[in-house]
């Protein structure tokens, strides 16, 4: 007989087992923090951070969303925009989208604003960051009674 032959079953499976057993570690994974940063928060999309955190007591809000666009306005839509309490793109390629959102003492702002973008479809009127009935309709010209 060889010298494995007389070998049991149970001493060749302690032979098998490493020596060495590595620890356990995830190197080169980076240490994050458990709680989100203030500019991660900020980036988030309003109805998924709602789910995550709640939603938060903010004052009443009118946020438009609208495409980019042919022509000379689409400057000035964007820089107008950008003058919101809270602007920010969204999307890439056909479904990039400029977001502004509003507060009602900032009517002015939002009747300019309107005048340039209420022309095209696309553009969509949000009312404390939710879809609204008769937005364009009625929740508009509401606001345009707050202009003195």
Not at 2 to 19: C, L, M, Y
Not at 57 to 71: A, D, K, Q, V, Y
């Amino acid at each position: 007989m060889k010298e494995t032959d007389d070998v049991t079953p149970e001493q060749g499976a302690e032979s098998e087992r490493p020596t060495f057993r590595p620890l356990e570690q995830f190197w080169p994974y980076v240490e994050l923090s458990e709680q989100p940063s203030e500019e991660e928060l900020a980036a988030l999309d309003p109805e998924l951070a709602a789910a995550l955190y709640g939603t938060p007591p903010r004052p009443f809000s009118l946020t438009f969303s609208f495409p980019p666009f042919e022509g000379p306005e689409h400057e000035r839509a964007v820089e107008l925009a950008r003058r919101s309490l809270e602007y920010r793109e969204v999307g890439s390629g056909e479904g990039r989208r400029h977001r502004a959102r509003f507060q009602s003492d900032q009517v002015l702002a939002i009747r300019e604003l309107w005048a340039i973008i209420g022309r095209f479809d696309e553009s969509e009127v949000l009312l404390d960051d939710q879809p609204v009935p008769y937005a364009r309709e009625l929740w508009l010209p509401l606001l345009w009674l707050l202009i003195r």
